[in-house]
């Protein structure tokens, strides 16, 4: 391999890296606002009766399908929450706060307090916003792209 070859792979990297962080800057706040508000939808499911539950997980899980799908398809690439490493953590993070939330709404639904769903709903919707804007910034940093 001659060293022209050698550059041509590095500047054809380098311009593959820089057009996924352009894909990957493009309407990012627009996806986190719907990311968000989706998982704060998520989280109030939890007080509707359990009989009525699934289908609005199946439906809220079927709306986060397509946002990435729909994502996908308008940037050319999605990247799910668990690499690279560090950012994984944060994803976790953001699992653990809406999955302590939606148990709380559960627990407080059973116990003749649905309207718990309401501020609960709204805490994880900024967890969610904000987590995913610091998985977002860790990405960035992790990929060598500038924030």
């Known amino acids: 391999m001659s060293d022209n070859d050698v550059h041509d792979a590095l500047a054809s990297i380098d311009a593959a890296r820089a057009t996924a962080g ?40 079927g709306l986060l399908a397509l946002l990435a799908w729909g994502w996908a398809r308008e940037h050319g690439v999605w990247i799910s929450g668990v690499k ?8 976790a993070v953001i699992g ?38 610091w998985w977002r910034a860790v990405y960035r940093t992790e990929m060598g792209l500038p924030l």
């Open 22 to 61: 352009d894909a990957f800057s493009r309407h990012s706040w627009s996806y986190d606002l719907i990311y968000s508000l989706l998982i704060g939808v998520f989280v109030a499911t939890f007080a509707l009766p359990f009989r009525i539950q699934p289908l609005a997980w199946a439906a809220t899980g």
């Open 84 to 91: 690279p490493k560090r950012a994984r953590w944060i994803a």
């Open 96 to 133: 653990l706060v809406c999955a302590g939330l939606a148990l709380a709404t559960q627990v407080a639904a059973s116990q003749g307090l649905p309207l718990f769903a309401a501020p609960a709903a709204v805490a994880a919707f900024i967890a969610a916003l904000v987590c995913s804007r």
